[in-house]
């Protein structure tokens, strides 16, 4: 079966970066884009890009533009989402997603709870 | 960037009800929409995709319709597993867009 697990809980200091992993299972890795959506505590969802493991090309929302990365790393099929220069507001469950356009079914990880706090 | 607006922001409803839950974008997105649920502590899960077709496995109560720029999700007879938050997101236009969201709650 599909499924998408993603790293730990994790907390870090305003200025610093974070780095989520999402670990794909159960299809071809390289068939389909990954997403990464984050949720503010009480807050709604938030799109922040994509990317296609096949070659690795992205889409970031403008506004995470310069401060996010995200890579793949097909022989472990992995996605990875780094943000740096990280602030207090950006406290904030983070997902990865598969599928959230288009006929295939849509499958999410569990969250990564990421704390941002001096 | 496109704008979502989902109305209401919550509701109250009674098991069996049917509900309505309205977005709105500020341009048109043609059919590039789809609709998500989200209880408490747990990730989304999709419901519709391309405005109108249902996400395998998602119960019938849940119908969508609408293009362009008004969209609705429709919840026939509600059940207590329907309790939750939705959402719409579309997918037209960088950056992809989410509304507020619309809790459902029990009356």
């Keep these: 079966q599909v499924q998408l697990v993603q790293s730990g809980a994790d907390v870090k200091e305003p200025g610093a970066s974070l780095k989520v992993s999402c670990k794909a299972s159960g299809y071809t890795f390289t068939d ?52 740096s220069s990280l602030r207090s507001d950006e406290t904030a469950v983070y997902y990865c997603a598969r599928t959230l356009s288009g006929s295939s079914s849509s499958y999410w990880g569990q969250g990564t709870l990421v704390t941002v706090s001096s | 960037d496109i704008q979502m607006t989902q109305s209401p922001s919550s509701l109250s409803a009674s098991v069996g009800d049917t509900v309505t839950i309205t977005c709105r974008a500020s341009q048109a997105i043609r059919n590039d929409l789809g609709w998500f649920q989200q209880k408490p502590g747990k990730a989304p899960k999709r419901l519709i995709y391309a405005a109108s077709s249902l996400e395998s496995g998602v119960p019938s109560a849940f ?10 999700l429709t919840i026939s007879s509600l059940q207590p597993e329907d309790f939750a938050t939705y959402y719409c997101l579309q997918y037209n236009s960088y950056p992809w867009t989410f509304g507020q969201g619309t809790k459902v709650e029990i009356k």
């Design chain 1, 32 to 83: 389909y884009y990954i997403h990464w959506v984050r949720q503010a505590p009480g807050q709604g969802l938030e799109w922040m890009g994509k990317i296609s493991p096949r070659g690795g090309n992205t889409d970031y929302a403008q506004r995470f533009q310069g401060r996010v990365t995200m890579t793949s790393d097909t022989s472990t099929s992995t996605v990875y989402m780094e943000l």
């Design chain 2, 63 to 72: 119908s969508g319709s609408g293009s362009g720029t008004e969209f609705t």
